[in-house]
């Protein structure tokens, strides 16, 4: 069955090459990017703030960041740059009725689709999975698509005012 002295072995069975680069997953970084603190890598949950760049955690994460004062506190490059509480906006985000949460497949029997989102845009409905961009606006803390403020074309949230039009005089 070979190797029994009548073989003679091609180089690239001899030689090894370099180790390839193991990739990372894209669609699960984007995932892990959407649905978990990016300071204590726990799912997120209400209340939800964000940073200047982007990045989302849970504000009682952010809290116990800035009052432990210890030389080794964990993952600090992720938010190093923040050094108050008025470094972050806390988010008014819109729920996603088709989520059903961690609740339904807790046996793991069923399909569980990985880029159904925790909450969407409240103008046009895409979900906050990482495929489309996302902003929030710095005065209130409401968060639209990209796509949303394209067609609004405003920087002023309507929300509160929309409601008192509707009040009494």
Request: charged residues 30%; glycine residues 6%; proline residues 4%.
């Amino acid at each position: 069955m070979g190797c029994d002295g009548g073989t003679i072995p091609k180089r690239h069975e001899l030689v090894k090459g370099p180790k390839k680069v193991e990739k990372v997953d894209k669609n699960a970084e984007l995932a892990a990017r959407w649905k978990y603190c990016a300071l204590s890598q726990e799912k997120l949950r209400r209340p939800i703030v964000a940073c200047d760049l982007g990045r989302f955690y849970n504000k009682d994460a952010v809290i116990e960041y800035l009052l432990d004062k210890s030389a080794e506190r964990p993952n600090v490059e992720a938010a190093a740059h923040i050094r108050g509480i008025k470094d972050v906006k806390e988010l008014n985000l819109t729920d996603n009725p088709a989520w059903e949460g961690e609740r339904t497949n807790t046996k793991g029997d069923r399909y569980e689709d990985m880029h159904c989102a925790m909450f969407i845009c409240p103008v046009v409905g895409l979900e906050m999975n990482g495929k489309h961009k996302f902003c929030f606006l710095k005065t209130c803390g409401c968060v639209f698509s990209e796509r949303a403020l394209k067609e609004v074309k405003t920087e002023i949230c309507h929300k509160f005012t929309s409601i008192y039009n509707f009040l009494p005089a």
